[in-house]
């Protein structure tokens, strides 16, 4: 969601750095994932100014050019030479000055710099209004009717706007936070700063000619329905202030009408829907499901068989016209040759937007807010501000009575909380008088105080707040978790004895090895979709578990592995240049097994993963970037092991429609990890372009097999000896399979086996290689004499040449 800081300052007074709000916001639980720029005019007109045309001679060497000298400001005059045939002497015009760089309405940006043009010499370009992007004239340069100094910027003649924008990763909990309004409540209760909300006082009924009626069938679905007629407009393109407003937070303006009903749900949170009057039959409208597979043809021309449960907004003969609260439909919409409009304010059960979104796989700014859970008690006054503005923007009159249909008002949720409990939660305790301040700012009234609990009153837009738990965090949100301060000690009580291994603080310690060796942890949705592993033979598709009212197509169903929702994070990294990176996550995949008499059998079981992409060195004047590779993550899943005090696993090649190659690690005959390099299928559907590599570690299985209890001695007193040997074995054998062999052969002296070189070629034969290979012999009792070497190294030998067919190089 993207919130504009200028729009934002509509409703409170804001001097504070954009930075610093950003901060603010994602304090009180409104992430800031980034802040944006935006220019009304890319480029900002930056380095362009007022300038006056001197003189004006025809070029001796060019009929279209002319020669000008132009008074840019500060004293100085810029020779230009111009190809406009409008120019003259004594305009006031816009001179984009040397190094500008001019963004066009059509083409690539450019840059302008001192040249010679036909022989004469050009400092700056006079400009026509497509070359500096504010329209589509080429007909000739501006003229400007003026009275500011030369050398004024041009961005202060034309009064262009910068502004910033937040992006913000709202959370599903924080609906009343989906409009600018409902962001600048919680600053108003952060800063203790009033709140100024839009007047209606010049709202008023000009006059009743245009009547129409309105029926709502199901009171289920459309708790509250509101709207309004007004007539006489004009549809046209919206002015400037109104496109603005909707480019800086990406939406693309269309016309005056639907902008503004675009601005208010922005602006206020609600989503209205306006009506051609003259397409609604027997001016009448009713609010109704209809029957199964009924056809509908919405706005983006497809026609779509509705489900019983879509709620659909139809016209006097029962003809549809709009799926409520979703999408309209493609006859009654807005167009050139609308005169009259109806415009539509409603509450819609958020359970019913919510399946037909899912049912057909639309989800709109409008679903979006109704499916999380808008204000009932903000419809009419949604209603009369937009009816204002189209009068204002669009011109025409308030031509009916505002039709505000409400049988069944939604109370305030009444609930008592303890402040013993929101003492505890919290861990601290907190002034009384400044926490029914907070709540009275958050528009949360406190009914009775008896100075144990607080009896409050909760308005239905709080979706989020229904219980003792929720009042507290919102009093810690506003309170700020940074200022709950820790004890130096924390001690407690426990009736029963610690058990053997505590798994938190294993994992604690193991993240802590991560951290020290480069990684960052990251923390993933549980929810993903289906189609990361649709076409992947490893996963069933009938072992997904599924939610059952997604919120959107992107969250529906729980991840089956880690390895989708980090390639996510990777994206997100990647997106933003961070293309050098090394990430961890523990975290719980999900699964179903549908038994023989129709029973589902959930699982859930705890993992870790490990990404690698990108550098393992940056680039620095002593040495080059290094890319990561398989043996840099096989580096990391050892240090795992090692940490778990985990050996005497074994090991097997994979390559599977995850992994391109790789390697599975089993202990005890089962798979406790698997790492390689991810296939290009799956990093692919990422749009990801580099090699990833990733490690899947079963957690849950490892806890049950570590042992912490590491055996000790002391130092060897007599020296260890190395012996290395060249062996040319098949290509299909391991040195794992050299390392086991060698380990049988000769339990008592053999310490250590290690591969140093590896060699393919000709020279040793196709199907062959070469691996170069130490051994550590070690007697803790007495120096090993060379006869006892020489004995060892001849049975290895033999070994490797009767169970391998090794030859050994001499």
């Not at 006031?92 to 302008?112: C, D, N, R, S």
């Not at 209606?200 to 199901?218: A, H, R």
């Not at 054998?733 to 053999?750: D, P, V, Y």
Request: proline content about 4%; hydrophobic content about 40%.
């Amino acid at each position: 969601m993207n919130i504009s800081l200028a729009w934002l300052k509509q409703f409170i007074s804001l001097d504070e750095p954009a930075e610093e709000v950003g901060k603010m916001l994602t304090n009180v639980g409104l992430e800031v994932e980034s802040i944006e720029n935006y220019e009304t005019i890319k480029g900002g007109l930056e380095g362009m100014v007022i300038g006056q045309v001197l003189t004006c001679e025809k070029h001796p060497d060019a009929d279209k050019l002319s020669i000008t000298t132009v008074d840019i400001g500060n004293g100085q005059i810029s020779p230009i030479v111009c190809g406009a045939p409008n120019v003259a002497a004594g305009q006031k015009v816009v001179v984009a000055t040397v190094g500008a760089t001019l963004y066009p309405t059509v083409g690539e940006p450019f840059t302008i710099k001192k040249a010679k043009i036909r022989g004469a010499v050009s400092e700056g370009m006079i400009c026509a209004e497509d070359e500096i992007g504010l329209g589509k004239s080429h007909d000739g340069i501006m003229v400007l009717d003026t009275t500011l100094p030369n050398g004024t910027p041009a961005a202060k003649y034309f009064n262009l706007e910068t502004d910033k924008v937040f992006s913000i990763g709202l959370t599903p909990n924080h609906a009343d936070a989906a409009s600018h309004y409902g962001v600048a409540r919680d600053l108003k209760v952060l800063l203790n700063r009033d709140l100024c909300l839009p007047s209606l006082q010049d709202f008023g009924i000009d006059n009743t000619n245009s009547p129409i009626e309105v029926m709502v069938e199901n009171t289920e679905a459309c708790p509250r329905y509101s709207g309004v007629v007004i007539s006489g407009i004009a549809v046209k393109e919206s002015p400037n202030w109104l496109k603005n407003r909707l480019k800086s937070i990406g939406l693309s303006p269309i016309n005056n009408v639907v902008d503004i009903t675009n601005y208010i749900l922005h602006e206020l949170g609600q989503p209205l829907h306006a009506f051609d009057l003259a397409k609604i039959a027997k001016n009448k409208v009713i609010v109704k499901t209809l029957a199964q597979n009924t056809p509908f043809k919405t706005l983006d021309k497809v026609e779509r068989k509705l489900s019983q449960n879509d709620l659909m907004i139809c016209d006097g003969e029962e003809k549809p016209m709009c799926i409520g609260g979703i999408f309209g439909g493609i006859d009654s919409g807005i167009s050139e040759n609308t005169t009259a409009v109806f415009l539509e304010s409603a509450y819609f059960s958020t359970t019913y937007i919510r399946k037909s979104s899912q049912v057909h796989g639309l989800v709109t700014d409008a679903s979006f807010r109704f499916a999380r859970g808008t204000d009932p008690n903000g419809t009419v006054y949604a209603l009369k501000r937009a009816a204002l503005l189209i009068k204002e923007v669009c011109g025409g009159e308030i031509s009916s009575e505002v039709i505000d249909i409400y049988p069944n008002p939604i109370p305030n949720r009444v609930f008592s909380v303890k402040y013993k409990n929101i003492d505890r939660l919290i861990g601290k305790v907190i002034d009384r008088e400044w926490i029914k301040q907070t709540l009275a700012g958050l528009e949360i009234e406190v009914l009775n105080d008896n100075g144990e609990e607080i009896q409050v009153s909760v308005p239905p837009y709080r979706v989020d707040v229904e219980r003792s738990a929720d009042i507290t965090e919102e009093i810690l949100r506003i309170y700020g978790f940074e200022n709950i301060e820790l004890k130096d000690k924390y001690s407690s009580d426990f009736l029963a004895e610690f058990p053997a291994l505590d798994a938190d603080k294993i994992k604690w310690n193991l993240t802590q090895l991560l951290a020290a060796n480069g990684l960052n942890q990251i923390m993933t949705n549980s929810f993903t979709k289906a189609s990361h592993w649709e076409n992947l033979a490893s996963f069933k598709n009938e072992q997904d578990v599924e939610m059952l009212n997604p919120l959107s197509t992107d969250l529906a169903v729980m991840r089956r592995s880690l390895v989708f929702t980090g390639l996510d994070s990777v994206l997100h990294n990647l997106n933003r240049r961070q293309k050098d990176l090394k990430l961890f996550e523990f975290g719980k995949i999900y699964s179903k097994i549908t038994k023989e008499e129709g029973k589902n059998m959930y699982l859930e079981r705890e993992q870790l993963s490990i990404f690698f992409t990108g550098s393992q060195v940056s680039e620095t004047w002593q040495e080059k970037a290094a890319k990561v590779n398989f043996f840099d993550l096989g580096a990391i899943v050892a240090k795992v092991f090692n940490f778990l005090n985990i050996n005497k696993i074994n090991q097997t090649e994979i390559s599977t429609d995850i992994f391109d190659y790789g390697l599975s690690i089993s202990f005890q005959k089962k798979e406790i990890a698997r790492f390689g390099l991810l296939h290009k299928n799956i990093t692919k559907t990422f749009d990801i372009k580099q090699e990833v590599f990733y490690a899947e570690i079963e957690w849950e299985r490892l806890m049950g097999q570590i042992n912490l209890k590491r055996n000790v001695s002391e130092p060897p007193k007599f020296p260890e000896v190395r012996r290395d040997l060249s062996l040319v074995i098949d290509k299909k054998l391991t040195f794992k399979e050299i390392e086991n062999l060698a380990m049988q052969t000769e339990r008592s002296l053999l310490q250590g086996v290690n591969v140093f070189d590896v060699y393919e070629g000709e020279n040793i034969g196709v199907d062959k290689k070469s691996y170069s290979v130490s051994f550590s012999l070690l007697d803790p009792n007495q120096t090993l004499t060379e006869e006892v070497i020489d004995k060892t190294m001849t049975k290895l030998i033999a070994a490797f040449e009767e169970k391998l067919g090794a030859v050994i190089r001499k």
